[in-house]
């Protein structure tokens, strides 16, 4: 994805990771933005974790691996992993060419929904990105 | 690139020895079967012998030779040309170095032989120990390291055991300071070491940021790891007052003896308060890097850390002769113990002293002072040719050994990143300053021509980098392109580290 | 120069940048410098007071050993080429070196009978402790469990790493030469991380590689229905490369991560470095392991070409997350290495294994004959056999030595265990004949015979 995106409907944590929450806070997608992809350059290697996994909010619980840089993937939320993306191991690039949509990682139960409240939505992270 | 305009060594295809030869093909002749014949499976027991045979070459001598001599071709050196890597000291190697590693007192030296019919060794590894321990400025020495990271991660390991011994079994302290200028080792040692790493700001001049360091500076802190001249090529002169700091928590100060080749004769680590260095035998005193290596990492230590050294040390015994001396690693002893087998890359020794014997102490001093000479000179012949608008001196005026430019102008008004520039050098001869580090200058270029280079040599090398950007500026593709007349062209890295061919796959 | 820079002098240069606090006042007391000729006879003069194996009739082992290296491989390794570059950071200009490591890590991957090997690392024992480290990354436990036939070295390098990993290393011990099976099983449960073993062993003694493999993934209880699940320990094995065309390989027989001391593919012994460390691992290993690793791909013209790769597991781009920090790797030792394994070839490698089971089997035997000299077990042995002898060792090592002759390892000398007193490790070559070992047997057994006489002697009582 050439230009600097950052969806509206999403939610931003600032270790630049996004969540896309369900209408009824049950489950959430997960990624990174496009901010952390353009500083990684290609990516060549994801390794999702195990469903099941349990994830904690900030924490990191994965690995973006670049020919450059290697990145951990940090939680934005709490939660039960219950599906990743194999289709990134055959084609870890797509987490360049579409971050929030091909590209996404992991799909988590949530197990706390209001920590919502600490993320940032897309102007307040480009605020960030900017400052 | 049409067949016509290639080089011959890009026309070559890569084969490895593996796609050569033929069955029954072979260069070894093994000695007869001069005992009796015994039964096979008396030898052996069928259970635990292999059942297929690696699939190794079966090649002629003549084809071994052909081959390798052939893919020696295809690599840059130093004896062939300019190597301004930063931080690598590549400085030439004398090859009478190579004569004595080869004379079989040495070469031929086993590592167990007993002390009395090794005497010449341990006598070079002695006064190897005391010339190392001069140039220090500390005055004990373990040649044991097998190269500067782990010379660095026995600086880290006797940290320890020190905070421990005089903790006396209670809290000790968990953290190591890095400058966020600091060589990617340091980083990785202190974790395999148990620590946390805790970067240190670096400030507008390009020293340690003392204000950070007072910040930063608690019980907490294990050590402080620095290299002096840093990484920028510059000599920080805050470093007493950095040595008061840590010392002031207890802490230990560690020197990154990679750029030791600015300051020999001139400064020593010592006296500017550190506790441990460690030298690398590979940068200041020509043991050959060797295409990645080998290497050696002795460490010198002060009065307070010595008593952890590792085992075995190089003892004078009280007759004049010398032996390796293991007591220390019996019970009692405060000795972190072994970093690895026998006593450490002894060809490596043989080289340094040799080297160390050559110049003497005005020598090595003058070595220092010629590199730091050949920096400037070489920072203001790029000055001269117009080179620092688009490569500006990242920190300061002037450099010790080595100068850091930022090629972030040159990115933006000419289209070339410091990647393309150095690919474009490889054209012209020369292999490129080092690229990318440090992290904290933008598009980095880090260039220490070393003493042993020419003047003319300089000269020219300002001169191919004021015609490259001048290039860029009519057409940057031409840079972003390159190289062009390499054995190979630019190489998909993306693709080796997706799917990773890490060996010949064989039938 | 000068006036380019816009200096006045040189020592300008330095009182700008270094503070006079910190700056040596007088000359650095060395030796005044020396031309070429004084210092190749100072040099040489050294090495004079030097015993090499050409001095005296050699059965040193015990990690490092005489093979005879041909003269091709101090050619190939003499050249500028070689010699001089420095870590293929440029690879356009570095294919030499990128492709000898390819063929170097194809090289360790057959003889190890395991996918992936990196382009080497330092040397034995401390790739050992590297390989404790992928154990630990891998599964985060705390317990090494190691077995007391590896090298005293790579036990006691292990245990100084250990510390700063805060791992602990738990030993086996051995019985009738090997290590002890039901020790081992008991030792190895769901808190071990890595279980290492040497194949052969430090006592020269082969082991049951597949046994132990096998009862190391049984013994980690917990989970997995196969007893081989995630929660396996890692299965560490430190080989010697020169028995591998001969014993069943490290892959064959159900090991993780191979390990080895690479001295003795055609490097120099040097006094005991440098030489180089080779590190091998199945495939699921791959990102975890430390050190360089050559990869294969294309250039923009489609050239076949080589490139590091992986670089990020290696300590300059993660950092603090690093799988080491191993930066150097011993490109011209490996090289050495992998030209000499195209110059044994396939079936040089495995003559000459059998040549060394055979004469070390004939060693064994004529050496066991010997009044006062038993052999520490009876397992087979494949290049290096253990004898215990009923007399002062020292002395009686001090005599063959008169005689020209050095016939092995004092084990307890290096290794400082107790039940180690008198005990010999005698290492056979291809260099080491039939007629050396007649000789050897006929010395060993002249000293030995001697110092039981002289200690029969002084126990009738005979006054000081």
Not at chain 2, 428 to 433: L, Q, V
Not at chain 3, 90 to 119: D, H, K, R, W
Not at chain 3, 250 to 276: I, K
Request: glycine share 10%.
């Amino acid at each position: 994805m050439a230009e600097a995106s950052y969806p509206p409907d999403l939610l931003y944590h600032p270790e630049h990771d996004w969540a896309r929450i369900e209408d009824d806070d049950s489950q959430a997608t997960l990624g990174i933005t496009w901010y952390a992809q353009d500083a990684l350059g290609e990516v060549v290697f994801f390794e999702p974790p195990a469903l099941g996994t349990i994830l904690a909010k900030d924490a990191p619980y994965a690995e973006v691996e670049s020919v450059k840089a290697v990145s951990d993937v940090v939680a934005p939320l709490s939660g039960e992993v219950v599906e990743v993306n194999h289709a990134l191991s055959e084609s870890p690039g797509t987490i360049n060419e579409d971050p929030y949509g091909e590209g996404w990682l992991v799909k988590v139960r949530l197990s706390a929904p209001a920590e919502r409240e600490a993320l940032l939505d897309a102007s307040s992270y480009k605020a960030l990105l900017a400052g | 690139m049409s067949p016509l305009e290639q080089t011959p060594l890009q026309r070559e295809r890569a084969r490895t020895i593996f796609q050569k030869g033929a069955p029954g093909r072979r260069a070894f002749v093994c000695p007869e079967l001069d005992v009796p014949a015994v039964d096979a499976s008396e030898l052996l027991p069928e259970r635990f012998r292999r059942r297929q045979p690696p699939r190794l070459p079966e090649v002629s001598e003549p084809e071994i030779v052909r081959h390798y001599v052939g893919i020696s071709k295809r690599n840059f050196d130093l004896d062939s040309g300019f190597y301004p890597l930063g931080s690598c000291t590549m400085k030439h190697n004398p090859r009478l170095h190579e004569r004595v590693a080869a004379l079989p007192g040495n070469a031929r030296l086993h590592p167990l032989q007993d002390a009395e019919r090794a005497q010449g060794a341990l006598e070079l590894m002695w006064n190897l120990q005391g010339a190392l321990a001069e140039i220090a400025g500390l005055p004990h020495v373990s040649l044991q390291p097998s190269a500067g990271s782990h010379g660095e991660l026995a600086g880290v390991l006797l940290t320890r055991a020190y905070h421990e011994d005089r903790g006396g079994g209670g809290r000790v302290p968990n953290k190591v300071l890095t400058p966020d200028t600091a060589h990617g080792t340091n980083p990785a040692t202190v974790t395999m070491a148990g620590y946390e790493v805790v970067k240190l700001a670096t400030d507008a001049d390009g020293g340690v940021d003392l204000e950070d360091l007072r910040a930063k500076a608690d019980t907490d802190v294990a050590c402080l790891m620095l290299t002096n001249p840093n990484t920028l090529g510059l000599f920080d002169p805050n470093i007493v007052e950095i040595a008061e700091i840590v010392h002031g928590v207890g802490a230990t100060l560690y020197y990154d003896g990679a750029n030791l080749n600015a300051v020999m004769g001139v400064s020593r680590p010592g006296d500017m308060g550190f506790d441990i260095v460690h030298f690398n035998l590979h940068k200041s005193f020509t043991q050959p890097h060797g295409g990645g290596g080998p290497g050696s990492g002795p460490i010198a230590v002060s009065d307070r850390v010595a008593p952890f050294l590792p085992v075995p040390l190089v003892a004078q015994r009280e007759d004049g002769g010398y032996e390796l001396d293991y007591g220390r690693g019996r019970a009692g002893s405060k000795s972190i113990g072994r970093l690895r087998g026998f006593h450490g890359n002894y060809g490596c020794f043989v080289r340094a002293y040799a080297y160390i014997r050559s110049l003497g102490g005005d020598g090595l001093t003058d070595v220092s002072e010629a590199a730091v000479l050949n920096a400037n000179y070489l920072l203001a012949r790029l000055r001269q040719q117009g080179v620092a608008e688009y490569l500006p001196l990242a920190y300061g005026q002037l450099c010790m050994h080595e100068f850091v430019l930022s090629g972030g102008p040159m990115r933006q008004r000419l289209q070339i990143k410091t990647l393309d520039l150095a690919k474009r050098l490889l054209d012209f001869g020369f292999h490129p300053p080092t690229v990318y580090f440090p992290l904290l200058v933008e598009e980095a270029l880090m260039v220490e021509p070393t003493e042993t280079e020419t003047r003319e040599t300089l000269d020219a090398f300002a001169e191919a980098i004021a015609a490259i950007l001048k290039e860029a500026a009519a057409d940057p593709e031409i840079a972003r392109g390159a190289p062009y007349t390499t054995p190979v062209r630019r190489l998909d890295e993306v693709a080796a580290a997706k799917r990773p061919i890490i060996r010949e796959a064989l039938a | 120069m000068l006036a380019v820079i816009g200096v006045p002098t040189l020592a300008e240069i330095f009182e700008r940048q270094v503070p006079a606090a910190v700056r040596l006042q007088r000359p650095l007391a060395l030796p005044d410098g020396l031309g070429e000729q004084d210092v190749y006879e100072h040099l040489r003069a050294l090495a004079e007071r030097n015993s090499s194996v050409e001095d005296e009739l050699s059965f040193l082992g015990a990690g490092m050993y005489d093979h005879y290296v041909p003269a091709l491989v101090d050619m190939l390794t003499e050249r500028s080429e070689f010699l001089t570059p420095y870590t293929p950071y440029q690879p356009e200009i570095s294919q030499g070196g990128l492709q000898a490591m390819f063929e170097y890590q194809t090289a360790i991957s057959e003889l190890t009978g395991l996918p992936v090997a990196n382009a080497s690392v330092y040397e034995g024992p401390s790739a050992v402790a590297a390989a404790a480290y992928l154990a630990k990354l891998h599964n985060g436990r705390r317990r090494l469990v190691v077995s007391a036939g590896l090298h005293p070295h790579s036990i006691q390098t292990l245990r100084t790493y250990a510390h700063g990993y805060d791992m602990e290393v738990a030993e086996v011990p051995l019985r009738d030469g090997v290590t002890d099976p039901d020790a081992w099983a008991r030792a190895i449960d769901e808190r071990a991380s890595a279980a290492i073993f040497a194949q052969p062993n430090f006592y020269g003694a082969v082991e049951d590689a597949a046994a132990l493999s096998a009862a190391a993934k049984a013994g980690a209880g917990a989970s997995g229905a196969n007893g081989a699940g995630a929660d396996a320990p890692v299965v560490i094995a430190q080989v010697d490369p020169i028995t591998l065309g001969v014993l069943a390989s490290p892959g064959e027989c159900g090991v993780d991560v191979a390990v080895g001391e690479g001295q003795p593919l055609g490097n120099r012994l040097d006094f005991g470095g440098p030489s180089f460390g080779l590190f091998a691992a199945r495939e699921q290993y791959l990102r975890r392991m430390p050190g360089r690793i050559a990869g294969e791909t294309v250039d923009v013209d489609g050239r076949r070409g080589f490139v590091l790769t992986l670089q990020t597991r290696e300590q300059h781009i993660r950092r603090e997350k690093a799988t080491s920090n191993i930066c150097t790797s011993q490109a011209l030792n490996a090289l050495a290495g992998v030209v000499y394994l195209a110059w044994l070839g396939r079936r040089g490698i495995v003559e000459l294994g059998e040549l060394l089971l055979a004469r070390t089997h004939y060693a064994r035997e004529r050496l066991a004959a010997i009044d006062g000299v038993e052999p520490l077990h009876s397992q087979p042995v494949i290049r290096e056999l253990a004898l215990r002898l009923d007399a002062d060792l020292a002395a009686v090592r001090r005599r063959c030595a008169l005689a020209g002759v050095n016939p092995g390892v004092d084990v307890h000398a290096l290794g400082d265990r107790p039940q180690d007193r008198g005990v010999l490790l005698v290492a056979i070559t291809e260099r080491r004949t039939r007629q050396d070992i007649d000789r050897l047997a006929e010395v060993l057994g002249a000293a030995v015979a001697a110092e039981r006489d002289a200690a029969a002697t002084s126990e009738l009582g005979v006054p000081a």
